[in-house]
T-cell receptor
Framework: KAGVTQTPRYLIKTRGQQVTLSCSPISGHRSVSWYQQTPGQGLQFLFEYFSETQRNKGNFPGRFSGRQFSNSRSEMNVSTLELGDSALYLC????????????FGPGTRLTVT | GQNIDQPTEMTATEGAIVQINCTYQTSGFNGLFWYQQHAGEAPTFLSYNVLDGLEEKGRFSSFLSRSKGYSYLLLKELQMKDSASYLCAVEGQAGTALIFGKGTTLSVSS
């Protein structure tokens, strides 16, 4: 069974631009969660989608948004990029929402200059 | 507020036993996960505890005390490949997002 895939793997953007990251979950998984990982803050939750609905949202500004499609694939968008948005963005999928093992993708390394 | 605390770094030698502690204060409790993350790689699932007690899985065991808001991950017969970051994550109320600790970086030396 194929794992979670994320594209692109690496991205360099400049301040003020916007970016869209993509995540394809494991086949059959309906829940997709997004996290931002930085050395200082660790893994911070962005949002979770289940069956195309946002179930949970973390404490990030409105510049961070996401969506999930009917095939469970998910995208997250960051508008008006700031230097502090430089991070590893991880997507994780699971069978359901809540207490299920999450399977993480390899992440997208975003660098904002 | 919600808080998860883990030591930042630990060191150990090959063949030894190490215990990584995690204390949490969350609104509700529905389960606790441990993940392993090697440098430059994605986190991978190690264990899940929802009831008090010890769950053993090969060289790795995880313990939970709900009344004390405390868990630990026990790694036995340490190997060099166990050098990684270990993340503790709590699901507070049912259906809410996981809250991750900042992780414990374990360095295993020969």
């Amino acid at each position: 069974k194929a794992g979670v895939t994320q594209t692109p793997r690496y991205l360099i953007k400049t301040r003020g631009q916007q970016v869209t990251l993509s995540c394809s979950p494991i086949s059959g998984h309906r829940s997709v969660s997004w996290y931002q990982q930085t050395p200082g803050q660790g893994l911070q939750f962005l949002f979770e989608y289940f069956s195309e609905t946002q179930r949970n949202k973390g404490n990030f500004p409105g510049r961070f948004s996401g969506r999930q499609f009917s095939n469970s694939r998910s995208e997250m968008n960051v508008s008006t990029l700031e230097l502090g948005d430089s991070a590893l963005y991880l997507c994780a999928s699971s069978l359901g929402a809540g207490s299920y093992e999450q399977y993480f993708g390899p992440g997208t390394r975003l660098t904002v200059t | 507020g919600q808080n998860i605390d883990q030591p930042t770094e630990m060191t150990a030698t090959e063949g030894a036993i190490v215990q990584i502690n995690c204390t949490y204060q969350t609104s509700g409790f529905n389960g606790l996960f441990w993940y392993q993350q090697h440098a430059g790689e994605a986190p991978t699932f190690l264990s899940y505890n929802v009831l008090d007690g010890l769950e053993e899985k090969g060289r790795f065991s995880s313990f939970l005390s709900r009344s004390k808001g405390y868990s630990y991950l026990l790694l036995k017969e340490l190997q060099m490949k166990d050098s990684a970051s270990y993340l503790c994550a709590v699901e507070g109320q049912a259906g809410t997002a996981l809250i991750f600790g900042k992780g414990t970086t374990l360095s295993v030396s020969s």
